[in-house]
């Protein structure tokens, strides 16, 4: 079974620029997220999708990130203009519908560095 | 709200030590409680998790955990760890009403040979 994937691996911009980023999540799931997790931290959600809806944003800074997921299955994180503070990984992952007995499997993140 | 504790940041052991990693969890209803493996340079693996029934939960490489629901603890234990066990981990809570996943801060875990 494929696991989430997501992409570029790694990113460096400068501060004020954008970036996006690209999530395909287990075939079949019906739920995405896309975490954030600076170094020496533990991953915060940033949001959360039940297939195109979004069921919670609250810790998005919407300023400047944005995320959508037009068809239900794909979605991309975009920060624009970036700040230093958003150096981290930011993680996609998935499960099926949100109930108590589904797992969520992580991809691999991708590395901002905002310089 | 919903919120997790890790209190050990860093811990280093020798091989064939014990380990347990502290996790204390806050939240008012049910909750769905995961321990998560991050090892150097690969993504989040599910270690175990507890939904309900027996709070003593066996996990994948010899680990284990226990839910103590009037500690709201779910500490993470192997008994003699190896050198490969060496990563970060990872406790997280789902309450359920929101069906958000929470994480600690995470425990840095060295092994030496």
């Known amino acids: 079974e494929a696991g989430v994937a997501q992409s570029p691996r790694y990113k460096i911009i400068e501060k004020r620029q954008s970036v996006a980023f690209w999530c395909n999540p287990i075939?079949?799931?019906?739920?995405l997220y896309w975490y954030q997790q600076i170094l020496g931290q533990g991953p915060k959600l940033l949001i959360q999708?039940?297939?195109?809806?979004?069921?919670?944003d609250s810790q998005l800074p919407k300023d400047r990130f944005s995320a959508e997921r037009l068809k239900g299955v794909d979605s991309t994180l975009k920060i624009q203009p970036a700040k230093l503070e958003d150096s981290a990984v930011y993680l996609c992952?998935?499960?099926?519908?949100?109930?108590?007995?589904?797992?969520?499997?992580f991809g691999e993140g991708s590395w901002l560095t905002v310089v | 709200a919903q919120s997790v504790s890790q209190h050990n940041h860093h811990v280093i052991l020798s091989e064939a030590a014990s380990l347990e990693l502290g996790c204390n969890y806050s939240?008012?209803?049910?909750?769905?409680l995961f321990w998560y493996v991050q090892y150097p340079g690969q993504h989040l693996q599910l270690l175990l998790k507890?939904?309900?029934?027996?709070?003593l939960v066996k996990g994948i490489k010899g680990f284990e955990a226990e839910f103590i629901k009037s500690k709201f603890s779910f500490n993470l234990r192997k008994p003699s760890v190896q050198w490969s066990d060496t990563a970060e981990y990872f406790c997280?809570?789902?309450?359920?009403?929101?069906?958000?996943?929470?994480f600690g801060s995470g425990t840095r875990l060295l092994v030496r040979p």
């Open positions: 992952a998935s499960s099926l519908e949100p109930s108590s007995g589904n797992t969520i499997y």
């Open positions: 075939s079949g799931h019906a739920t």
């Open positions: 999708f039940q297939n195109n809806g979004v069921v919670d």
């Open positions: 939240y008012g209803g049910t909750v769905n």
């Open positions: 507890y939904f309900s029934g027996d709070p």
């Open positions: 997280a809570v789902r309450g359920d009403s929101s069906y958000k996943l929470i």
